[in-house]
């Protein structure tokens, strides 16, 4: 009896701790991808074509977008012959940029990936103020490559990139996926920190340090988010025409603001 009592005692106390945690963050925003076949425009634009590795082969083609079953499915696919187009492989993907920004606050993003060489999703952020890069900073909520059973988590800036600083604090850690399932990826957005998370478990934390050096703590501005279904690059590697399409599918994304204190 004094047992069950004591179990019941504990069960009851988790339970408010729980709940006290929960409470800590308010959801202010969030995109549940509802729309049958579009996205919302007010809020995305389809990120067009550059010269990096990572949009070098961005397309506004129709094939790479879909909103199905609750999910925003972006792909890459070999070319399939679009006219006066001669990449060999086009992608999708979407902004916030000049639409929406984020601040002072947690962005959760639920999504699955399919496997293929040369993959290399990505959810990610860039300041919405025209700071060019690296100076603005860049945050990487999420990169995944290929079949991977981990991500990458990262932050990159003047400091990081240019002075090369690189563990002065460390700027990137991985952490773990349930491959074959959905996973949520998070970043805390704060005046002196970023704090990272794969599932809920923190990866890594990227402070801001007293330094004489430029720009070491650039991530106190609006930054605008980025979905993307990249293929290929230096980092990831040869895109393998055979398996190719290749999805990520977004279940949704969420923007939270820590409550204030009731007294």
């Not at 603005?136 to 991977?148: F, P, T, V, Y």
């Not at 996973?183 to 920190?193: P, W």
């Not at 650039?218 to 980092?235: A, F, H, K, T, V």
Request: charged letters at 25%; one cysteine or more.
């Amino acid at each position: 009896m004094k047992k069950s009592l004591f179990s019941a005692l504990l069960a009851a106390l988790l339970a408010v701790a729980c709940s006290a945690a929960g409470d800590e963050w308010q959801l202010v925003w969030e995109e549940n991808f509802d729309r049958d076949g579009l996205i919302d425009e007010a809020v995305w634009s389809k990120i067009p074509r550059g010269s990096a590795d990572w949009n070098n082969y961005m397309s506004d083609y129709e094939g790479l977008y879909d909103v199905r079953d609750g999910n925003l499915v972006l792909t890459g696919m070999v070319n399939p012959g679009i006219e006066g187009d001669s990449v060999p492989y086009i992608t999708g993907g979407i902004y916030t940029k000049d639409k929406v920004d984020f601040a002072d606050g947690k962005i959760e993003i639920r999504a699955r990936f399919e496997d293929a060489r040369g993959a290399w999703p990505a959810f990610w952020m860039l300041p919405n103020d025209g700071t060019m890069w690296p100076r603005g900073g860049e945050i990487d909520i999420m990169e995944r490559l290929n079949a991977d059973t981990m991500v990458y988590q990262t932050v990159h800036s003047y400091y990081t990139y240019i002075l090369k600083y690189e563990d002065e604090p460390p700027h990137y850690a991985t952490g773990a996926i349930n491959k074959d399932d959905y996973n949520t990826f998070s970043v805390e957005l704060y005046a002196d920190s970023l704090v990272f998370a794969v599932n809920g478990r923190r990866t890594f934390a990227y402070p801001r340090i007293e330094t004489d050096k430029e720009e070491q703590f650039p991530y106190d501005r609006p930054y605008y988010l980025m979905l993307d279904m990249q293929i290929e690059g230096s980092w990831v590697g040869p895109a393998a025409p055979e398996d190719l399409p290749v999805s990520v599918y977004v279940d949704w994304v969420r923007f939270y603001k820590k409550r204030k204190n009731r007294h």
